[in-house]
């Protein structure tokens, strides 16, 4: 494994670097368990559009420091969807619609993270909450520690959820299950996430950081032209009927065979045909 070229953030709280083609961004407040913070809804964003034009980049990775994920939001600094109180109804509205504007923009790392044509994988070396869950889900693929979990988290503190978090857990284990797992807001272990297809892969908890990087690398060295068209082949599988998905995907396959990766492909595949064919003559 190479060594990390550091990527300056603008900020502490967030690290980054760029390891064997893989961008990875690292949420650092170990001391807080990784909870979010202003500076990150400026930093992550930044970063996932900097990996994303970056054509050196074939893969993006986001992780925590320390032993978790990510807490989510950081209620004892205030950064939660708290409503102020007073003021007549038209204040009150006008309120709501302003700090729902404010955490939608907050939440831009998860868009960014669902819809950049990059791969993504969230690297879980410990628990992720709320946010931090929603986060986690937010990526395409998810390598997790034995010692992570998912916790909602919301329901406790009489919140109905953000950052997508509903959005994201019905499309990965439907619709009556999502509201199941986020109304008895119990903790989901590694092995059981495994289970229901929201952790990809569990490791030890010393291997994370090595196994996320070597998948990550693995996935970036590949056709990422190609990657790109995959996911979003998955995507509209999820929300066009059949006929526009065939078309999308034809456009895409074409486009596709049109690349110098797609010529690379072909030529290493002959060339291995020829060796296998000479070695049984």
């Not at 992550?44 to 970063?47: C, D, E, F, S, Y």
């Not at 060295?221 to 790109?228: C, L, N, S």
């Given at each position: 494994m190479s060594s990390a070229q550091p990527v300056e953030s603008g900020t502490d709280t967030v690290l980054a670097g760029i390891i064997d083609g893989v961008g990875v961004i690292t949420l650092n407040r170990p001391e807080r368990r990784n909870a979010l913070h202003a500076e990150m809804y400026v930093a992550?964003?930044?970063?996932l559009e900097q990996f994303s034009a970056d054509d050196a980049i074939g893969c993006v990775l986001i992780t925590g420091s320390g032993a978790a994920f990510s807490a989510g939001g950081d209620v004892r600094d205030g950064n939660s969807a708290r409503q102020d109180a007073g003021g007549g109804q038209a204040d009150a509205d006008a309120r709501?619609?302003?700090?729902?504007?404010?955490?939608?923009?907050n939440a831009k790392m998860v868009m960014l993270l669902h819809?950049?044509?990059?791969?993504?994988?969230?690297?879980?070396p410990g628990p992720a909450v709320g946010a931090g869950m929603s986060i986690a889900l937010a990526a395409d693929l998810r390598i997790a520690a034995r010692s992570a979990r998912l916790i909602p988290g919301w329901s406790k503190l009489a919140f109905s959820g953000?950052?997508?978090?509903?959005?994201?857990?019905?499309?990965?284990?439907?619709?009556?299950?999502?509201?199941?797992?986020?109304?008895?807001?119990?903790?989901?272990?590694?092995?059981a996430a495994q289970g229901m297809g929201l952790f990809n892969r569990v490791v030890d908890d010393g291997e994370l950081r090595d196994s996320a990087i070597r998948w990550a690398a693995q996935i970036a060295?590949?056709?990422?032209?190609?990657?790109?068209g995959v996911k979003a082949n998955v995507a509209d599988a999820q929300s066009l009927p059949l006929g526009q998905a065939l078309l999308a995907e034809s456009e895409r396959m074409v486009?596709?065979?049109?690349?110098?990766?797609?010529?690379?492909?072909?030529?290493?595949w002959l060339a291995a045909a020829a060796a296998k064919s000479g070695a049984r003559s």
């Open positions: 992550v964003p930044k970063l709501v619609r302003a700090q729902a504007a404010r955490l939608t923009d819809s950049m044509p990059k791969v993504t994988i969230a690297a879980l953000d950052f997508g978090g509903a959005w994201f857990l019905t499309r990965l284990v439907g619709p009556a299950k999502a509201l199941e797992l986020l109304i008895a807001d119990e903790p989901v272990d590694a092995e060295a590949g056709p990422t032209y190609a990657f790109a486009r596709s065979g049109m690349t110098a990766e797609h010529r690379a492909a072909v030529k290493a």
